[in-house]
């Protein structure tokens, strides 16, 4: 195949997030966080995991920066643990969780490499949880303020920040069907926490803005959705039902257009809007400059009234049929489809113009062969199917990119094995392999073709 050139400038980068890496859960003065008790909570997580430990990356920080130097990165998306900076999710800050990202910050830099910041990856403080998480309100107001109080102390050398991390898997699995924290299964519950997760980001943005940040932006996981039969009109509307709940209940808002009518038709069947207040939708739609894109997998529907739904998407019960995944799949079960990421950059980037897009996640999980030996193998690991599935993606962000699609950047998930929510440490998405009993790191052979895609800014 031909080589493949990506745009000058392109960022090349790793992705992160606290619970999954930093461990050391009571260092400093850090408050518990829903995912510490979900963790604890038997039954919840594969084998009664937790992020305890984790990848021990808030005392080998300084390692894993040289590691990510060593590979060429030019910059790293790591999220900010709420409960360190206020363990208790509100009132005076704990100094010493932010000199622990002060120090990272400042490692990366050092080595040239630019920090983005992901100011909330799922883990709400307990205490705010206790006094109803994400459905209440008064949370949205809360994150603002902690926001400011991180920007307080990195803005002056972090450029970019992104506010939240995938609402949608907050929202629907955290509230809806408890799959993950804090585990609650009410789907008005899950649209509430939507509403407030969304106002969060705008008064956090809007605040960040005011702050001086340079370069303000959300993370979503929009969805792929594809009809079983592309001429069938039930079909057709399946796919925009899922569409609505995955993909335009946040983008409408976010991009000023308010929530889509016939979404919000959906959701009252279910619960009562009364939680959109007047003037919300206008706060929701303060400026951005980045869409951060998490892509993993395509959703197949079809519309079928006896369709058994799926939940968690609320509402889909009678009405969808989401189809099994397909081979060819990862560990996860999750179905390998590069071109679906294609396609969704390009309907993005028709749907939404004028608004910049970085892939903030693309990985997958394959069982690792440590210490085998193969023909392509440089590393000590052998990932030859992260490397055609990261391979696959990578030509279909290219392809995007041809078709018009402002693409700035993208962000493998992840740097290292990590703890991977409610499979624990079962999953391994590093392109960096961890032992964890010994906390030995070893760059898989991925890491490697990583690093050379990175230094000759192609394929
Ligand atoms: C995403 C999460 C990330 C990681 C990947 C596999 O939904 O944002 O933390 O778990 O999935």
Not at 415 to 421: G, I, Q
């Amino acid at each position: 195949m031909s080589e493949l050139r990506f745009p000058d400038g392109f960022v090349w980068g790793a992705a992160t997030a606290a619970y999954q890496i930093e461990g050391a859960a009571r260092d400093d003065g850090r408050g518990p966080s829903i995912w510490d008790t979900f963790s604890r909570t038997p039954g919840k997580v594969h084998a009664g995991h937790t992020g305890d430990v984790a990848c021990d990356h808030y005392h080998r920080y300084a390692d894993d920066v040289a590691l990510m130097a060593e590979l060429g990165l030019r910059a790293y998306r790591y999220s900010i643990a709420w409960p360190r900076i206020q363990p208790d999710g509100t009132g005076p800050v704990e100094p010493r969780g932010l000199d622990f990202y002060d120090r990272l910050t400042d490692a990366l830099l050092e080595r040239g490499i630019d920090p983005i910041v992901t100011l909330y990856h799922w883990d709400l403080p307990q205490a705010l949880e206790d006094r109803g998480g994400w459905t209440n309100r008064e949370t949205a107001e809360h994150f603002a303020a902690y926001a400011t109080a991180v920007h307080g102390r990195l803005g002056d050398r972090v450029r970019t920040w992104t506010t939240l991390n995938e609402p949608w898997c907050s929202a629907y699995l955290g509230y809806g069907n408890g799959l993950h924290a804090p585990g609650r299964r009410d789907a008005g519950a899950a649209f509430t926490a939507v509403h407030h997760l969304l106002l969060g980001h705008g008064l956090a943005a809007s605040a960040l803005r005011a702050a001086g940040a340079q370069t303000v932006g959300i993370t979503l996981n929009p969805a792929d959705v594809q009809p079983a039969d592309p001429n069938s009109a039930a079909d057709a509307a399946a796919v925009r039902l899922v569409e609505g709940l995955q993909n335009r209940i946040f983008l409408d808002p976010l991009t000023g257009a308010g929530y889509p009518a016939d979404v919000l038709e959906h959701v009252s069947r279910m619960v009562e809007p009364t939680f959109i207040r007047d003037g919300d939708e206008k706060l929701i739609a303060a400026p951005i400059d980045l869409l951060g894109v998490n892509y993993y997998s395509p959703t197949y529907v079809a519309g079928r009234p006896d369709g058994g739904g799926n939940s968690a998407h609320p509402g889909t019960e009678g009405a969808v049929e989401f189809l099994p995944n397909a081979e060819p799949r990862t560990e996860m079960g999750w179905t390998i489809e590069p071109a679906g990421l294609s396609r969704l950059l390009q309907r993005l980037a028709a749907d939404y113009p004028g608004l910049p897009l970085m892939i903030t996640e693309n990985g997958g999980a394959f069982p690792d062969r440590v210490g085998a030996a193969g023909p392509n193998e440089v590393g000590r690991v052998a990932d030859d199917d992260r490397i055609a599935y990261l391979d696959g993606h990578l030509r279909a962000v290219h392809e995007a990119i041809g078709r018009g699609v402002n693409l700035r950047g993208y962000l493998v998930w992840s740097l290292l094995d990590n703890f991977e929510w409610a499979e624990g440490y079962a999953k391994r998405f590093g392109i960096v392999h961890v032992d964890y009993p010994t906390q030995r790191r070893t760059p898989k052979a991925s890491a490697r073709w990583y690093q050379e895609v990175i230094s000759r800014n192609g394929l």
